[in-house]
C-alpha cells in the first residue's frame, strides 16, 4: 500500500512537473508574444516593391511605431531601391526574391504585410499571408479576376484576419468629410443626382529600365512574365491586370458607391486599343453607371484618357441645391457650390461646416471697353474647410493599423472592396461586349 502510494505521488509529481514545465513555456510564449504585440510597434513585411510599393513604404515609414523586417521582390533594382530607403530609416531588414520564403521566416515575429505586387498576384500573396496569421493591406484591385478577388474575402473570414483594400480616399479627411458629413449627414447638395470623375493622363511611352537590371528569360518565366516589356508594362496585359480603367478608375467608381451607399444597377460603356496598338486593355473608356437612390436613379460619368492630360484627375458630386469639387490634390478641386434658388448656406459656413464664400470683382477688358463682371453667390466657391496634410496613403494606412492595435473599424474591408471590384471589371466587358452590363444585388456579395 505504501509503495502504491509513493508511486502515485511520483506519477503526480511526474505530471505536475510536465503540467509546470508546459504553463511555464506558454507563459513565456505569451510573454513574448504581448512584447511582440505591443500597440506601440508593429512588425511589417512589404510584398511588391516596385514603384506603388515605394509609396507606401514612405508612408508607412512616417507613422510611428512601425517597422519593417522584410521586403520581397522579384526584381533584383526594386529590391535594392526600396531596400535602401528602408535601411536609411534605420529598420534591419532581409531581402527576399520569393514570398514563401519570406513568410516562413518571419510569419512568427509579423503582425501584418502590405501587399503592392502587381494585380494578378494579389490574391495569391494576401492569402498566403492571412493563412500565416498576418494581417494584410493588399494595394487595389483586388485581383484582375474577381473569382480571385472572392477568395481574398473567404480567407479573411476564415483565418479571422484584417484585410484593407487600398481605397485610399475612404480614409482621407477631406472626403470622409465631404461625403459623410456634407452630403449624407447634412445634406448640403440635397439630393445627389449626378456624379462624374475622370483620370487623363498625357500620351506616354512604355516604360522602360536599366539594362544592367535586366531579368533573364529563366526568371521572368518563372514568375510567369513573358518579358521584361510586359513586367514593366503589366497593367497594359490581360494576364496581369485590368488597363487603365481598373488601374485609375477603380479609386474614384469606389466613391459612387459610397456617396449613394449602394451598388450600381447597370453600366454601359465605350472605349478602344485606339492608340497605342501593341497594348492589349483599352487606351481609352468613358462609361455611365446607373444607381437606385429613394429619391429615383442616379448616374455617373466616368472617363480615363492615356493620350490627353486634360483635366487630371477630380471627382464632382452633383445635386439638386449644389455641387462639390474635389480631389486628392486641392487645387484640382476642394469646394462646395450653391445652385441660386437653394437655401442659404450662411449657417453651414457659420458651424464651420463649409468655408464663407468669397464674391470678388473682376476685371474682364477689351479692346474697346472695360467691364466689371462679379461673380455671383450662385456661382461663388465655398472652399472645404479640411486640409489633407499627409501623404495620400498615409490616414488609409494609419486606419489599417489602428484596426489592428486598437479594433478600429477599417474603412475599406475585404468586402467593400469586392464591391468595387465588381463594378470596375465590368466596364471592360461592357466596352468588350458593346451591351449594357446589368447587376443582381447578389453579385456583389462573396
Given at each position: 500500500m505504501m509503495e502504491m502510494k509513493r508511486n502515485q505521488f511520483m506519477q503526480s509529481a511526474a505530471v505536475a512537473g510536465t503540467m509546470l514545465a508546459a504553463m511555464k513555456a506558454r507563459a513565456i510564449e505569451n510573454a513574448e508574444l504581448s512584447a511582440r504585440k505591443n500597440p506601440d510597434q508593429l512588425n511589417i513585411a512589404l510584398i511588391g516593391a516596385g514603384a506603388q510599393g515605394r509609396i507606401l513604404?514612405?508612408?508607412?515609414?512616417?507613422?510611428?511605431g512601425i517597422r519593417f523586417k522584410a521586403v520581397c521582390d522579384i526584381w533584383e533594382y526594386s529590391q535594392k531601391y526600396t531596400g535602401n530607403v528602408i535601411k536609411k530609416y534605420g529598420h534591419d531588414i532581409k531581402i527576399y526574391e520569393d514570398y514563401k520564403e519570406l513568410i516562413a521566416a518571419h510569419k512568427d515575429e509579423l503582425d501584418a504585410v502590405v501587399v503592392a505586387s502587381p494585380d494578378w498576384m494579389h490574391a495569391e500573396h494576401a492569402n498566403a499571408c492571412m493563412e500565416a496569421g498576418l494581417h494584410v493591406y493588399s494595394e487595389k484591385e483586388m485581383s484582375n479576376s474577381l473569382a480571385k478577388a472572392a477568395t481574398m474575402v473567404q480567407t479573411s473570414k476564415a483565418t479571422g484576419q484584417l484585410l484593407q483594400i487600398g481605397h485610399q480616399r475612404r480614409s482621407n479627411p477631406r472626403y470622409i468629410h465631404a461625403i459623410e458629413t456634407l452630403i449624407h449627414q447634412e445634406k448640403l447638395l440635397g439630393s445627389v443626382t449626378t456624379a462624374t470623375a475622370q483620370w487623363n493622363r498625357a500620351k506616354a511611352d512604355d516604360i522602360g529600365f536599366p539594362k544592367k537590371f535586366e531579368m533573364d528569360a529563366a526568371t521572368l518565366d518563372k514568375y510567369g512574365y513573358n518579358s521584361m516589356q510586359e513586367f514593366r508594362n503589366w497593367r497594359w496585359y490581360k494576364k496581369y491586370g485590368g488597363g487603365p480603367i481598373v488601374d485609375l478608375g477603380s479609386h474614384q467608381i469606389d466613391l459612387f458607391e459610397w456617396v449613394w451607399e449602394n451598388n450600381p444597377k447597370s453600366v454601359i460603356a465605350s472605349g478602344g486599343t485606339d492608340f497605342y496598338d501593341h497594348r492589349e486593355w483599352y487606351d481609352n473608356v468613358m462609361c455611365i453607371y446607373e444607381y437606385d437612390t429613394p429619391e429615383g436613379t442616379a448616374r455617373a460619368f466616368y472617363e480615363t484618357q492615356t493620350t490627353t492630360g486634360r483635366g487630371g484627375f477630380s471627382e464632382a458630386f452633383r445635386g439638386t441645391n449644389g455641387y462639390i469639387d474635389i480631389a486628392e490634390v486641392p487645387a484640382q478641386g476642394n469646394a462646395a457650390y450653391r445652385e441660386a434658388h437653394a437655401p442659404e448656406w450662411d449657417a453651414f459656413a457659420a458651424k464651420g461646416l463649409i468655408k464663407q464664400k468669397a464674391t470678388p470683382i473682376k476685371k474682364a477688358s477689351t479692346k474697346n471697353v472695360a467691364v466689371d463682371v462679379r461673380v455671383t453667390a450662385?456661382?461663388?466657391?465655398?472652399?472645404?474647410?479640411?486640409?489633407?496634410t499627409k501623404p495620400a496613403h498615409q490616414p488609409h494606412l494609419e486606419n489599417f493599423?489602428?484596426?489592428?492595435?486598437?479594433g478600429t473599424e477599417l474603412n475599406c474591408p475585404g468586402e467593400t472592396g469586392y464591391e468595387t471590384c465588381v463594378a470596375v471589371l465590368a466596364v471592360n466587358r461592357a466596352v468588350a461586349t458593346g451591351q449594357k452590363i446589368e447587376f443582381k444585388k447578389s453579385d456583389f456579395h462573396v
Open positions: 513604404t514612405e508612408s508607412c515609414l512616417r507613422i510611428p450662385a456661382a461663388a466657391s465655398w472652399p472645404l474647410p479640411v486640409d489633407m493599423f489602428n484596426a489592428i492595435r486598437y
